[in-house]
């Protein structure tokens, strides 16, 4: 097999254990219950409190996904295969602001611009972007929420074409979160550039679109990991997202689509705090109740629409500048926590991120750290191995009844979307965010390094990620050349994008026209607001 077949093929591939016993050669079981195996409580089998697959991770590892991307579309397409060549499993691109919120070369965005993730304004970057990847090998995710994520869905599905990719075979995620993908649902980032409704149809467009054309595509993932750095708590974490995928169901529910032709591609995006056991419980809960959810409220009959799948970040929030190769221990623990609790897919945050993005040394041992934990630590030879612990089992019913407690109470208020426009939700989080910072001045939330231990000798010397102020300048004269190009058919299809915008017809086939004639995400945009008669706030 050539080295690239090997890189590629290793997500299609899968990854598993060599044997299934201990470093003393005792064998382990695929399951465990009071007298060996419980069929009642085996993985596999609903509510899936212990795992939505039954022997979990014998048959194949989690995929390892970095979330990559900075500067130039060329400069992440290096990283991308960089890590890939470091046993990276899955694809993860974050976008940078500006082309998260359609800037392109605006002033508000130069500050901004590759510094947070890829800049991604036309099909051209797209193509940069990935070059040299074979997509229908390798599972991609796009970090992106409406109407960018229309934008990126439809760059990406050109680029297919362009490749005689069928869409069929297209593997991966768009986010697709309109609440919860910028910083949490904070109101201000959430309302600034396009109102609630607008963005809440674009992705109910995209969900409905990708369940008719692209059916090994996730539609929506709904990212509780941003609404856990808001600084809330793992029962406001798990409650928030869950009443938000319940309003994103019966939206897509209403327009015809059937709960089990689209339910098996809704997944979550989770945080894992450094809370190890209560982290652990989390997961096990969510599982139960989206399985429950799915079933006994919106009636699927398949089980595999009430898998609740998720891809985990380890949370940034308890990373320090302060003694920051402390954060290598922080990450490393809430990288068990989050294997031993069930999840699809992982990104460990890199130690440096307290001060800039991941170098590649940083994005190395992340994924160094992942593979550890999956080849050397011997906790992946059996599913659900804390499954039975008095204490996890105990854990895992008190936040599952705490979860499900706010869930109907944001039922009781009009459903995640009424609270959220009533200001509701970013009472709670702004009450959280204080009360967590709080105990930490206080002292009353350890923090090694910071009120605890602390080490008033000079910051490590490090070579912490810095994006060149050329790469920037450069970004905003090739963005600037490109708009300046003649690109016959523009006109046409942003007027066209514009009329389906202020309708009701799904933009995404006027989207791909769009795109496919040259336009910006930025001109996309405008076209768009214009359409609906919506002005950016001064």
């Not at 016993?21 to 695929?30: H, R």
């Not at 201000?188 to 692209?214: K, Y």
């Not at 591609?265 to 209560?278: K, P, S």
């Not at 405008?526 to 609906?532: E, G, L, P, S, Y």
Request: hydrophobic share 40%; net charge negative.
């Amino acid at each position: 097999m050539a080295d690239d077949d090997r890189v590629f093929g290793r997500y299609l591939e899968g990854e598993r254990p060599n044997d299934f016993k201990t470093l003393s050669g005792l064998e382990l079981q695929a399951v465990y219950g009071p007298n060996g195996s419980e069929p009642a409580a085996e993985p596999g089998r609903y509510p899936f409190t212990r795992g939505i697959h039954p022997e979990m991770y014998r048959s194949r590892f989690w995929t390892r996904r970095q979330q990559s991307g900075y500067g130039t579309a060329q400069q992440s397409n290096e990283r991308l295969h960089y890590l890939l060549e470091q046993g990276q499993t899955g694809l993860n691109i974050n976008p940078d602001a500006a082309s998260h919120l359609g800037l392109d070369d605006h002033e508000l965005g130069e500050g901004d611009l590759g510094r947070q993730g890829t800049s991604l304004v036309t099909l051209d970057d797209m193509r940069e972007l990935l070059a040299g990847i074979p997509i229908e090998k390798v599972s991609t995710t796009f970090n992106f929420r409406p109407p960018a994520s229309a934008v990126i869905v439809a760059m990406f599905l050109l680029i297919a074409r362009e490749r005689g990719v069928p869409w069929s075979e297209l593997r991966g995620t768009c986010t697709n979160c309109a609440l919860s993908q910028v910083v949490g649902p904070t109101m201000q980032s959430n309302t600034h550039f396009f109102p609630v409704d607008f963005a809440l149809r674009i992705g109910t467009d995209v969900m409905e679109f990708c369940a008719s054309e692209m059916p090994r595509w996730n539609l929506l993932n709904i990212n509780a990991y941003n609404i856990r750095e808001t600084g809330v708590n793992a029962i406001q974490e798990a409650g928030f997202a869950i009443s938000l995928a319940i309003d994103y169901l019966e939206r897509l529910v209403a327009r015809g689509v059937a709960i089990d032709d689209f339910a098996p591609r809704v997944g979550f995006f989770t945080a894992v705090h450094i809370d190890f056991f209560e982290e652990i419980a989390k997961l096990r809960a969510m599982r139960r109740i989206w399985a429950r959810l799915i079933r006994e409220r919106f009636g699927a009959t398949e089980d595999r629409s009430c898998w609740f799948r998720t891809a985990v970040q380890t949370s940034a929030l308890p990373l320090t500048a302060q003694q920051p190769h402390n954060n290598i221990v922080r990450a490393a623990l809430q990288t068990l926590a989050g294997v031993l609790g069930g999840c699809q897919s992982m990104h460990t945050t890199g130690w440096d991120e307290a001060y800039a993005l991941p170098s590649e040394e940083s994005h190395k041992l992340s994924l160094r750290t992942q593979q550890i934990v999956a080849f050397e630590t011997n906790v992946v030879k059996t599913a659900d191995p804390l499954g039975g612990s008095y204490f996890v089992e105990q854990l895992t019913d008190r936040l599952e009844q705490e979860i499900l407690a706010l869930v109907a109470d944001i039922d009781g208020r009009g459903g995640f979307v009424e609270v959220f426009k009533s200001g509701w939700i970013e009472d709670e989080i702004n009450s959280a965010r204080l009360d967590y910072w709080e105990k930490i001045e206080s002292g009353d939330r350890p923090l090694v390094g910071v009120n605890i231990f602390e080490d008033q000798s000079e910051p490590p010397e490090a070579e912490f990620f810095e994006l060149e102020r050329t790469t920037i300048d450069g970004r905003i004269a090739a963005i600037r050349a490109r708009r300046a190009t003649q690109r016959p058919g523009l006109e046409a299809a942003l007027a066209a994008l514009g009329s389906v915008a202020a309708g009701s017809e799904n933009v995404m086939p006027a989207m791909m026209d769009a795109v496919a004639a040259g336009a910006t995400i930025g001109e996309i945009f405008a076209a768009c607001r214009d359409a609906i008669g919506f002005e950016v706030p001064e």
